[in-house]
Nanobody
């Protein structure tokens, strides 16, 4: 079992930045690939970014590419999402997710085994 707790959400103006954090506990963190998803008002949960177990490889949704950066610190059991140039359409609850490391990236909700409770990000225009 892996427990995930997100933090760092809040209210920010368009063009601003936020850094989300996700603390993992329960199993060996470096055995897991990590992802960030989000769910906006009235929308389905969608993929945002993913990172391999080592941190060497990352993937992003087209909508955030060039603005968001995913990273991890295996010594601290942490994964981060640096969000720059935020837009009102980035408003959503952001979720951290984990899955056992295996080749390739996972972009679908069903591919992840563990989820955090989410943190709200609101971007005002």
């Amino acid at each position: 079992q892996v427990q995930l707790v997100e933090s760092g959400g809040g209210l920010v103006q368009a063009g601003g930045s936020l850094r989300l954090s996700c603390k993992a506990s329960g199993r060996t963190f470096s055995n897991y690939a990590m992802g960030w998803f989000r769910q906006g008002p009235g929308k389905e949960r969608e993929f945002v970014a993913a990172i391999s177990w080592s941190g060497a490889n990352t993937a992003y949704a087209d909508s955030v590419k060039g603005r968001f950066t995913i990273s991890r610190d295996n010594a601290k059991n942490m994964v981060y999402l640096q969000m720059n140039s935020l837009k009102p359409e980035d408003t959503a609850v952001y979720y951290c997710a984990a899955r056992p490391a295996r080749p390739g990236f996972a972009y679908q909700i069903r591919e992840y085994d563990y989820w955090g409770q989410g943190t709200q990000v609101t971007v005002s225009s």
